[in-house]
């Protein structure tokens, strides 16, 4: 289930690559999406990964973030978990823009296949909760600082704040 979802969001992840003025990202999202369904089963099996073509994860959250919207605070939000506010809109921004049940015009099976999301998601972090309860002592605390530490990692693509995009300008001359 998680290799079909993850060839799924491929496509949406090169858009959003797209938007944050990444384009050699997008297209390699793309050439992920065309080995994996072609030769992968319809996205079954995760044969781009091996292949040396590496996977993104992009949403709303960080497109917003990369266009230098402020993130607000923290939140929790029932059944979708820690947040922000950007985020949040950020969220609300994904699923409006999900393509796949603007295609499916039966109930049940868009129902279906949420719950399978679901059951996904569940399974992906099932272990994490088990380092939470052993690692911290204030779970919401802990919670929050990693939330905001791993968006901020996100959407600087590993640099750090104070890590310029472009080393500074040195003239040789001088």
């Known amino acids: 289930i998680y290799n079909f979802f993850s060839n799924y969001s491929d496509i949406y992840t090169a858009l959003q690559n797209l938007l944050q003025g990444k384009p050699d990202y997008a297209f390699s999202d793309l050439m992920r999406v065309v080995v994996n369904t072609t030769m992968g089963l319809g996205g079954l099996i ?19 973030g990369v266009w230098g919207i402020p993130s607000g605070p923290y939140v929790v939000l029932p059944f979708f978990g820690p947040s922000n506010v950007r ?5 609300a921004a994904d699923m ?6 603007r295609l499916l015009p039966d ?6 296949i949420t719950g399978l999301r679901v059951v996904n998601a569940r399974n992906t972090y099932y272990e994490a909760g088990d380092l939470l309860d052993g690692a911290a002592i204030d779970k919401y605390s802990f919670m929050r600082d990693a939330y905001i530490q791993r968006r901020q990692y996100q959407i600087n693509e590993g640099r750090d704040d104070e890590e310029p995009l472009m080393p500074p300008y040195q003239n040789p001359y001088e």
């Open 107 to 112: 109930v049940a099976l868009r129902n279906s």
């Open 46 to 64: 995760d044969l781009a990964t091996p292949g040396g073509l590496e996977k993104h994860k992009e949403d709303w959250g960080q497109t917003f």
């Open 87 to 91: 985020d949040t809109f950020g969220t």
């Open 96 to 101: 409006e823009s999900d393509y796949l049940f």
